[in-house]
T-cell receptor, first 109, second 111 residues
Framework: KNEVEQSPQNLTAQEGEFITINCSYS?????LHWLQQHPGGGIVSLFM???GKKKHGRLIATINIQEKHSSLHITASHPRDSAVYIC???????????FGTGTRLKVLA | DSGVTQTPKHLITATGQRVTLRCSPR?????VYWYQQSLDQGLQFLIQ???????AKGNILERFSAQQFPDLHSELNLSSLELGDSALYFC??????????FGPGTRLTVT
């Protein structure tokens, strides 16, 4: 079993839909990260969470430390949101990242 | 732009060869992490350096090695290359805490 599990693996949505991507982890963490990777490869950090909830524009990320679970929500989705979204946790001490397998999101106009 | 630079962007080489990937961290960042992204394994941690010293090791093959120089740039050396080494190699840097800034990656193709 992977230490970081993401679901769904693939997601197709219509423009304007509310999207949720889930992440569960089974190891101790110093923080949880949501990353975005567009075709072409670059990785951008969206959120770093150690508790509670963060919001940036149409993106909202939550974490439940007791349940070892996090969600990334996209409100009013847009075709430009199409990308791979990756959940990662940073290990205590070294802060090395352990990654989920990613969720490939496609938003149709 | 994260402030982390990686060279080269693309590298095509033959099996058995040796290559060096270079990473310059953000100004002031002391930690450099190397990650490999392949189609079958996803993103995996390879190795971390902090202020010139190796700090953590992940799933790094014996054919691979890395170092961090006094100016804090880092190099990842891959030798006796195999087809399965074809991947995107990312470096990331951080100052001290858990937030890392990723470089644009080096795409390695082994033919």
């Amino acid at each position: 079993k992977n230490e970081v599990e993401q679901s769904p693996q693939n997601l197709t949505a219509q423009e304007g839909e509310f999207i949720t991507i889930n992440c569960s982890y089974s190891v101790g963490i110093s923080a949880l990260h949501w990353l975005q990777q567009h075709p072409g490869g670059g990785i951008v950090s969206l959120f770093m969470l150690s508790s509670g909830k963060k919001k940036h524009g149409r993106l909202i990320a939550t974490i439940n430390i007791q349940e070892k679970h996090s969600s990334l929500h996209i409100t009013a989705s847009h075709p430009r949101d199409s990308a791979v979204y990756i959940c990662a946790v940073s290990s205590p001490g070294t802060y090395k990242y352990i990654f989920g397998t990613g969720t490939r999101l496609k938003v149709l106009a | 732009d994260s402030g982390v630079t990686q060279t080269p962007k693309h590298l095509i080489t033959a099996t058995g060869q040796r290559v060096t990937l270079r990473c310059s961290p953000r100004s002031g960042d002391l930690s450099v992490y190397w990650y490999q992204q392949s189609l079958d394994q996803g993103l995996q941690f390879l190795i971390q350096y902090y202020n010139g010293e190796e700090r953590a090791k992940g799933n790094i093959l014996e054919r691979f090695s890395a170092q961090q120089f006094p100016d804090l740039h880092s190099e990842l050396n891959l030798s006796s290359l195999e087809l399965g080494d074809s991947a995107l190699y990312f470096c990331a840097s951080s100052l001290a805490g858990p937030e890392q800034y990723f470089g644009p990656g080096t795409r390695l193709t082994v033919t």
